[in-house]
């Protein structure tokens, strides 16, 4: 006698193949998959749209910002204008600013350890303001990665489920193996389901990412080569 949950469905009952009933078939296993796998897809969009929107309106309001900084003719009143902004391009400048206005207040001014200094704190602005950005394309690495192999657990189960109905059973029919089957490839599918958006967005977030540390950088390396510039007159 095989266990009640691993029982092969009736040789004369219809076999429905509707995801919501191959999901009310499937054993408690396959289930709690299933469901893992739709959180995991949740999850996964929730934060694709999240970061869509911030790195968007970063980039943007990096841009707007940038451009604004080399049309104004003080850089030191454009900072305390507009410094304390939470725009990555305006935490560039401020660890500039700050560095330099530190070294310009001693009575003798070290260029090669103002230099140093200058190009250490802006590109650690850079590398922070990154971070912050991508502190959660991670969660769409683990989902890319693991959600297929989750989902392929399922499926190994639903194909044992209908191998033990073949055994009790001792009937090859698809009416007894269809049901164990048909859960295993849903189970797969949700897997993917789950794993695709989320390994597109990454790579796509990863490249918009690193244009914007690219444009960090530059911003970095304009403002150094002008600080440079003031502490050779």
Do not use: C
């Amino acid at each position: 006698m095989i266990l009640p949950f691993l029982a092969a469905a009736p040789s004369g009952a219809a076999i429905s193949l509707s995801p919501v009933a191959l999901f009310l078939q499937a054993d408690i296993i396959v289930k709690v998959v299933m469901l893992g796998l739709l959180l995991a897809s949740v999850v996964s969009w929730a934060v694709i749209i999240a970061i869509w929107l911030k790195l968007g309106s970063t980039s943007r309001a990096s841009q707007n910002y940038e451009k604004a900084f080399w049309q104004a003719g003080d850089i030191e009143q454009f900072y305390r204008n507009r410094g304390k902004e939470d725009v990555p391009s305006a935490q560039v400048l401020s660890a500039g600013i700050q560095e330099w206005q530190a070294s310009a207040a001693k009575r003798v001014i070290d260029v090669a350890g103002t230099r140093d200094r200058l190009s250490t704190g802006m590109s650690s602005a850079v590398a922070t303001a990154v971070d912050r950005i991508a502190d959660r394309l991670n969660i769409l690495a683990t989902i890319g990665s693991v959600s297929p192999f989750v989902g392929l657990f399922g499926t190994v189960w639903g194909i044992m489920r209908s191998f033990t109905a073949i055994a009790g059973e001792q009937n090859t029919s698809l009416a007894v193996v269809a049901p164990g089957i048909a859960e295993a490839l849903f189970a797969t599918a949700i897997g993917l389901f789950a794993a695709i958006p989320a390994v597109i967005a990454y790579n796509r977030f990863s490249h918009g990412v690193n244009r914007l540390e690219a444009r960090l950088m530059r911003f970095a390396d304009r403002l150094y080569t002008t600080f440079s510039r003031e502490l050779e007159e």
